[in-house]
């Protein structure tokens, strides 16, 4: 039985297609391989930020907790998308053909560090280095949802 006094580790839910949710923690996350990024991106309000963060790619993240997504033909998988949410609500869509490696292949991370500071209680970060705006680093991530565009 948990015990009322130590908190629940924050955990982000992978929810979508398939539709049995997955709840992982950021010390789950570190499970995986993982990588490092010094990114820079330019804030619209506060100019030109850099940070270094660590952690596994959110493919890697998929592959491991929702192997059975989108593993489709090549043009299939292109309707998937992810739209990944913050625990304020923020939130931005990354194209599956984006971290495919048969496509765009980009080391999108979910930061489970930033400059060294580990993110368990604020919980992860998605880190877009390709990306000149920092409006996709969305901090305290809570949901990740996967699924083909229905249309
Ligand atoms: N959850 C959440 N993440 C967010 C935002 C937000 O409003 N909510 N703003 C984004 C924007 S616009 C930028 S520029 C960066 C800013 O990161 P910094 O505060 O580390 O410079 O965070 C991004 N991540
Ligand atoms: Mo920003």
Excluded at 87 to 111: N, R, T
Aim: proline share 9%; charged share 15%; hydrophobic share 40%.
């Amino acid at each position: 039985m948990s015990r009322p006094d130590v908190p629940a580790p924050v955990q982000v839910r992978l929810h979508g297609s398939p539709d049995t949710p997955v709840g992982l923690s950021v010390a789950q996350l570190r499970g995986l391989p993982a990588h490092q990024v010094e990114a820079r991106f330019n804030c619209l309000s506060s100019g030109v930020q850099q940070h270094g963060f660590e952690g596994p790619r959110l493919w890697d993240v998929l592959r491991a907790a929702a192997p059975e997504v989108g593993l489709q033909g090549r043009k299939a998988r292109l309707r998937f998308l992810l739209a990944v949410t913050g625990a304020d609500g923020h939130c931005a869509v990354v194209s599956w053909a984006e971290i495919d490696p048969d496509f765009g292949g980009q080391q999108i991370l979910l930061a489970t560090s930033m400059d060294g500071v580990p993110l368990d209680t604020a919980g992860p970060q998605l880190v877009v280095p390709g990306d000149y705006c920092g409006a996709r680093y969305i901090s305290g991530i809570t949901d990740v949802w996967v699924g083909p565009w229905p249309g």
